[in-house]
């Protein structure tokens, strides 16, 4: 998070691909950043506690990556997987920072295979055909076989400015 945060001041263009493993369980950090034992606290309130820290971290950073880059910046923030069932996995965060152009593309359902589509064909006229949003899903214990779900999108936000 930290090197994040310093993303505006580096010289040159930059893509910059950060995986932020919380909130997942095992929950290790408080709603302060704070190391916890993950084994004295419930899924809900790991989860939740998490999620405080990173709003306090990552809100401010974003703010800064878009308030002070000399280029409008490009941010595209997914989730790896939603919880319960095969339809709630893969119904996931998909939150975008794009020009004009590229928030027109969006639509409601729009699944992660169509993320980095509607990002190059917008900023840099790729021109690239969009796929039908599905999703594959296996079980842990079935890596291998795969559920079709159809229905993967409706989690997206569009951006403002």
């Known amino acids: 998070l930290d090197e994040l945060a ?41 989860y939740r506690d998490q999620i405080r820290y990173l709003n306090k971290r990552l809100i401010p950073i974003l703010r800064s990556i878009i308030d002070e880059s000399p280029v409008p910046p490009v941010i595209l923030i997914q989730g790896d ?13 998909s939150a975008y920072f794009l020009p004009r152009e590229g928030r027109e593309m969006l639509y409601p359902s729009i699944s992660p295979v169509n993320s980095f589509r509607v990002v190059l064909n917008s900023v840099f006229g790729a021109g690239l055909d969009m796929l ?8 842990a214990k079935t890596i291998y076989e795969f ?8 989690c997206a936000a569009g951006s403002a400015p």
């Open 147 to 154: 559920i079709e779900i159809e229905d993967v999108g409706a």
């Open 132 to 139: 039908p949003d599905r999703a594959l899903f296996s079980y």
């Open 81 to 93: 997987h939603g919880t319960g069932g095969p339809e709630r996995k893969t119904k996931i965060l």
């Open 6 to 46: 310093a993303l505006p001041a580096a010289p040159g263009p930059k893509f910059v691909f950060a995986h932020i493993v919380s909130p997942h369980y095992p929950f290790v950090l408080g709603p302060d950043g704070e190391a916890i034992d993950d084994r004295e606290d419930t899924d809900a309130r790991g």
